[in-house]
């Protein structure tokens, strides 16, 4: 992309004077790779994102499944961390996303005036109405096709029902939020399937092992407790929702998300000021 302020183009400096064998040509690679990626998502028709929110409520179900399955059969919670990676690889090799996926990346995108506002509003709210129910109905199914599974499923999910609003609880949220967004920007950084696998595999375990707060994920083991008839319902898992997706955007938005692109803040500006109106929808 042709810098907005030609006088730097030609003497190859960006606004801080350093020449280009001083910029961080990775961070900035990697900044492009963001902004190209994203544009495409932020201009996907409603019917797309709401299909593709579904998928992924759909496939990071079967890493609860697998989570459910072990821990009943090992009774470790590590163990099964390990098992969840299952639906981070479904969501990896099946190129579908989670709500909280949808940070740095769209918010990138809009910041390059590579999109408007709006668009960022409504892939959030469509992505998070496709995970939603696709993650409500595979875990009917999930319940249902494995009745033995029950009870860890009432268990886990009271786990976060019943588990109070504090500071704790508040800064699990906020570490979720935060890894999450890693896992993206690990994800764009490389090329290398193995390499994106063993980074969905390693969140996967911080993520279920450690029984971070997370307000898709968690969800799905809420919802497939009150399936299996536990004595919690919708309104505490409204409350623990709410309380769950306020975290994750801090540490999403206001920890990693802002610190990458401070980061890139040069590469960023370059963006903006090529922007012409036209592209700014």
Do not use: C
């Not at 179900?61 to 821990?71: M, Q």
């Not at 098992?83 to 479904?90: D, H």
């Not at 890693?182 to 279920?208: E, K, N, P, Q």
């Amino acid at each position: 992309m042709a810098s907005g302020d030609q006088d730097d183009e030609q003497l190859g400096t960006d606004s801080k004077g350093r020449h280009a064998p001083l910029r961080e040509d990775e961070v900035e690679r990697a900044f492009d790779a963001i902004v190209a990626r994203g544009r495409p998502r932020l201009f996907r028709t409603v019917a797309e994102l709401l299909a593709s929110g579904v998928i992924a409520g759909v496939e990071i179900s079967l890493g609860v499944l697998a989570f459910l399955a072990v821990e009943q059969a090992t009774g470790s919670e590590l163990l099964a961390g390990l098992a969840f990676g299952v639906g981070f690889i479904a969501l990896l090799l099946g190129n579908s996303e989670l709500f909280t996926e949808g940070f740095l990346v769209p918010i990138a995108v809009v910041l390059a005036k590579e999109a408007g506002w709006w668009r960022l509003l409504r892939f959030w709210a469509i992505t998070l109405a496709g995970n939603l129910f696709g993650g409500w109905l595979s875990m009917w199914m999930v319940v249902v096709a494995f009745p033995e599974l029950g009870s860890v499923a009432v268990e886990t999910g009271r786990t976060f029902a019943e588990s109070g609003y504090t500071l704790r609880t508040f800064l699990l949220a906020v570490l979720a939020g935060s890894v999450m967004t890693l896992l993206t920007r690990m994800r764009i950084g490389t090329s290398d399937d193995v390499a994106r696998v063993l980074a969905s595999l390693t969140t996967a375990f911080l993520m279920a092992g450690l029984s971070m707060y997370h307000s898709v994920l968690d969800t799905l083991f809420l919802f497939g407790g009150i399936h299996a008839g536990a004595g919690y319902g919708y309104g505490t898992w409204a409350v623990f929702f709410g309380w769950t997706v306020l975290g994750n955007a801090v540490g999403g938005i206001g920890l990693t998300s802002f610190l990458r692109l401070v980061r890139s803040h040069e590469r960023l500006n370059e963006w903006r000021r090529a922007a012409p109106a036209s592209r700014r929808p």
